[in-house]
């Protein structure tokens, strides 16, 4: 029944946002079933589709555990896109500098950079807020702003290849590289990029569920995150949590750097993530704030951005722009809860009210 | 003057109201009485509008009214003052009054027509209010004189106060009540929803008892006494009078000297405390509330900041004035807060979980490694806690929001005493509670001062305090100003300590 309840608003809100899509597409002058059957047959099909559709929903899993870790402990990371590209530079920087090591050294160095580097990132504005209370949005947002600035700079004038016109750093070394899932499944061609960092961001998923709902620093978390002063009555230090989730959540999104950088293109290209951080937010809230929920939106959400290219090829008015107004839809049902609940809510209120 | 017949009413499966008849003569203070849950706001809910009933009918004046909304309950002169009151804080009284009654034509709002009716009516009732007094600029009681007032303003001739004492102090309470003394000489008719015994003796002619949504006694107040209302609300016969023996004490477990604190405002809210409890004795401490009682107990359970305390607090042999709340807890303090909801419990989670909080890190409920939470262990402790105090619905996987009230307190008071405690801190233990669940916390707090635990207790409720307490200290101000016997201190006593301070 929990689960029940738990499954049919984000489903509502995504059916009603097709819906609404649906609408669009016909003033626009094309037929929406044919738009849609475009969009799910290309994301599904065998075996580019469903490669690609998966590999673009890596990024997103970590950046939805990013954001869910530090929303139970009842903050608001809108910093997962500065986290990502540090993590996605450090790991990088690792890269290149130690390039030569054998892969049974180099790739787990690199991975604790990517960690590490997004981990920190993440950090500050956790350490400012225990510390003096500054809001954790204010500062995420602004870090997004340094460290997109700041890996232009390092990248330019330190890390690229001298006459390169391209924003990109010089390749990092091959034992640095992760295997492409295309060399383990029969049909699964490698060209595809999908990597073994997506067989990864499922095991985090795992682990931040173990995390948060076994351990005693998973309860604390939580504690912390629906009743601050309940946590401090039970003698749980708030002010280490909020650095804690801030860290944690930073580093989940680091490991977006190890798909992109040791999976995919081998290198680090300024720029390279496509709003990761911040659609992290919406595959966190429409997720549920829960690790399955995770995956399962964050499939949704690569499926679209997937399933836009053969839509704007295929039809003869709409463009791939259709999937932006798609997600933003989904955003606004999943955001609007409330309103939905209301017939709902007032039944259940009535029967609990106090006699 | 009102008449509810055979009044039903369900919210869902629950059986809210069964077949209610209340007859409320005219001029008359009318207390409804019941546990809570038993259905009093139920029926009066409905009397006002603000539920339809199922089945019944609702007369006033002899006549059958259909009552689908307040609006329609103020047409026929009924008026009502709910337990929160619902008041704009940052508008005058005035205004607050006329809101939704604006008087004047069209658009213009005629205040000085209202300002006349408004000083005519305090005068009339002697409910003394300033008209321009902004709202949040005023005590709980004031308020609640606005609130009567709306309902006056309203021509209300019958008022149905919800609760009223439940925010009041004791003082406050006693003017409260001379002010619904007038009301009823002035002609008009009352009826007071409450569950303290003595204020239904004190102030009310009739008595309707209800338990389970049904009426289950209609009395004279002169012709009956507590024992009788209790054992009608609860169904059983109930101990008023806490039972308890002499308390052996023994050395001092907690002493607290020269013990001040500073809000984050700079201004002094406990000043130069010093006392000491005994292990094996309850010592109370009575005040009118925001007296400096809750800074004092969250100052010793370690949930101020070392910055804003001076002063002393030692446990046995050890200064823990800079210690915070784990360490404490792992010497053995356990703490009751006042307010449950804020601090006691973790509303979201469930049972199971809150009733670890504070030993969620330590063996058994960690086992593998240090780190893992062991589910088993967490569920026998909330099970024990459970059946050991009663706690209802007895279902570990419920959210603690879907909990009353009274069990919510027995949930925390459960989990603080399974630590078996040496200290006990506790704060208003029996808030929002009902009769059979005082009597299981009274004795249940007595058994643990029994066993050698050092008990400090916080509460409004004098009479709570005077009758568990061993000793007795009376707070001001954030000074101790005196210390009583509560075996001899008669009420009068300790409340002029309380207001005077001397």
Not at chain 1, 242 to 271: C, F, H, K, P, Q
Not at chain 2, 457 to 479: F, K, Q, W
Request: aromatic share 8%.
């Amino acid at each position: 029944m929990s689960l029940f309840r738990e499954l049919i608003f984000p489903l509502i809100a995504v059916v009603a946002a097709f819906f609404v899509g649906g609408i669009l597409i016909l003033v626009i002058g094309d037929n929406p079933l044919q738009a849609y059957g475009l969009l799910f047959g290309s994301a599904f099909s065998w075996p580019v589709g469903i490669g690609y559709t998966l590999f673009y929903a890596t990024p997103l899993i970590f950046t939805g555990l990013a954001v869910l870790v530090a929303f139970r402990c009842g903050l608001l990371n809108i910093g997962a896109e500065g986290q990502l590209y540090i993590g996605a530079f450090a790991t990088a920087w690792v890269g290149i500098t130690f390039a030569g090591l054998s892969p049974w050294l180099l790739i787990p160095m690199c991975f604790i950079a990517a960690i590490l580097g997004g981990g920190m990132w993440g950090a500050i504005p956790g350490v400012l807020k225990a510390r003096f209370g500054s809001h954790e949005v204010i500062n995420t947002i602004m870090l997004n702003f340094i460290a997109v600035a700041l890996l232009s700079y390092f990248t330019q004038y330190h890390y690229k290849s001298p006459g390169d016109p391209i924003m990109q750093t010089v390749p990092i070394g091959e034992g640095a590289h992760i295997a492409r899932l295309g060399g383990f499944i029969p049909g699964l061609p490698e060209f595809i990029p999908l990597n073994l960092a997506f067989v990864l961001a499922l095991i985090c998923c795992g682990l931040v569920y173990i995390f948060l709902w076994r351990t005693k620093w998973g309860y604390e978390l939580r504690a912390t995150g629906t009743n601050p002063s309940a946590a401090e009555y039970g003698g749980i230090s708030v002010r280490k949590q909020i650095i804690v989730a801030m860290t944690i959540s930073g580093a989940l999104a680091g490991m977006v750097g190890i798909n992109e950088v040791l999976g995919y293109r081998y290198r680090y290209y300024d720029g390279f993530s496509d709003n990761y951080g911040f659609t992290g937010i919406a595959v966190a809230l429409l997720g549920r704030n829960h690790p399955v929920g995770v995956i399962i939106s964050a499939l949704l959400f690569a499926i679209l951005q997937r399933g836009g290219i053969p839509v704007d090829a295929f039809t003869e008015h709409v463009t791939k722009d259709i999937v932006q107004v798609l997600q933003g839809t989904i955003i606004l049902f999943v955001a609007a809860e409330a309103f939905f609940r209301g017939p709902f809510a007032k039944f259940g209120l009535l029967k609990r009210s106090k006699v | 003057m009102l008449e509810l017949r055979n009044i039903t009413k369900r919210f869902g499966a629950v059986l809210a109201n069964d077949k209610v008849n209340i007859v409320v003569k005219p001029g008359t203070i009318h207390a409804i009485v019941g546990e809570n849950g038993a259905g009093k706001s139920t029926a009066m809910r409905i009397a006002y509008g603000f539920y339809k009933a199922d089945e019944g009918e609702i007369l006033v004046d002899g006549k059958v009214h259909d009552i689908g909304t307040p609006h329609d309950a103020i047409a026929v002169g009924i008026g009502m003052v709910h337990q929160h009151f619902m008041l704009v804080d940052t508008m005058t009284v005035a205004e607050n009054i006329v809101l939704g009654a604006e008087p004047g034509s069209g658009i213009a709002l005629d205040f000085a027509k209202a300002d006349v009716e408004i000083r005519r009516l305090s005068e009339e009732f002697k409910l003394a209010v300033n008209p321009h007094a902004v709202i949040e600029h005023l005590s709980v009681g004031q308020q609640q004189r606005v609130e009567l007032l709306k309902a006056l303003y309203r021509h209300a001739r019958l008022l149905i106060l919800d609760e009223p004492t439940a925010v009041l102090t004791p003082q406050e309470v006693e003017e409260f009540f001379s002010i619904l003394r007038r009301m009823r000489e002035q002609g008009k008719t009352v009826v007071i929803i409450t569950h303290k015994l003595t204020e239904v003796l004190a102030i009310s002619d009739e008595v309707t008892v209800m338990r389970d949504g049904r009426v289950v006694g209609r009395l004279q107040t002169k012709a009956t006494n507590a024992a009788e209302l209790a054992r009608l609300m609860v169904g059983r016969e109930v101990l008023l009078r806490v039972e308890k023996t002499p308390a052996k004490t023994g050395n001092a477990e907690l002493s607290v000297r020269n013990l001040s604190v500073t809000d984050r405002g700079g201004a002094n809210s406990v000043k130069d405390v010093s006392f000491e409890v005994r292990k094996g004795e309850i010592l109370g401490i009575a005040g009118v509330e925001g007296n400096g009682q809750t800074e004092l107990m969250e100052a010793l359970a370690g949930l101020l900041s070392p910055s804003q305390l001076s002063g002393e607090i030692r446990v046995e042999d050890r200064d823990i004035t800079r210690e915070g709340a784990r360490l404490r807890r792992e010497l053995g303090i356990a703490h009751i807060p006042e307010d449950r909801h804020r601090r006691g419990l973790l509303l979201e989670f469930d049972l199971a979980e809150n009733s670890i909080l504070g030993v969620h890190y330590r063996h058994p409920i960690v086992a593998y490694a240090g780190t893992f939470l062991d589910n088993g262990a967490i569920r026998r402790r909330a099970v024990e806690i459970i059946e050991g105090f009663d706690v209802r619905p007895a279902n570990p996987d419920l959210p603690a929001r879907a909990l009353s009230g009274g069990n919510q307190q027995k949930l925390i008071i459960g989990r603080e005493f399974k630590v078996d405690p040496k200290l006990l801190l506790v704060s208003q233990p029996t808030r929002g509670v009902d009769i059979g669940a005082i009597e299981f916390i009274h004795r249940k707090l007595v058994g643990l001062r029994d066993s050698g635990c050092a008990v400090l207790l916080v509460s409004a409720e004098l009479e709570e305090v005077t009758s568990l307490s061993d000793r007795l200290l009376i707070i001001h101000e954030g000074r101790i100003v005196g210390e009583v016997d509560p075996r001899v201190a008669t009420i009068a006593e300790i409340g002029l300590l309380m207001t005077r301070g001397h």
